[in-house]
């Protein structure tokens, strides 16, 4: 995963601080495998800082969690705590979405199966290809009984 940081109106960043919210972005990827890459922004305004994470991950899917905090690393751990628990609930969703298709496939996958054994032929009533194609005459009007 890509990680991004950039820095508005904020002159000098530590790097180890830097390599921190790396390695804690990082992370998200326990939460949802797909990412393709994350932008971490950190903007000063005034004594507050406003952090914000984009996540983008595959087919167009967008996670955004914003934070204005006093303190940059208490802002930080709630950005990523908010990610947390946005992909979490995605991929409660996306699960279940998952098993009630499949629950409606296996209904009716036992109504077919019910059907077909209900059905039983015997093999003297049944008509061969031969039969069926001599009392039947494509193009004219269908044989009378």
Known sequence: MKVTLTYRHIDDMNPQFQSLAEDKVSRLEKFFDRIHSAELI???????????LIISAVRGQMFISELEDLNVNTALDSVVGKMERQMKKFNE????????????????????????????????EEETYDEIMDNYDFGKEKPSE
């Open 93 to 124: 969703k996306t699960k279940g979405r998952k098993r009630r298709s499949s629950i409606r496939s296996g209904r009716l996958i036992a109504e077919m199966m019910e059907a077909r054994t209900a059905a039983t032929y015997s093999d003297d």
């Open 42 to 52: 950190f903007d000063k305004q005034g004594e507050r800082i406003k952090v914000e």
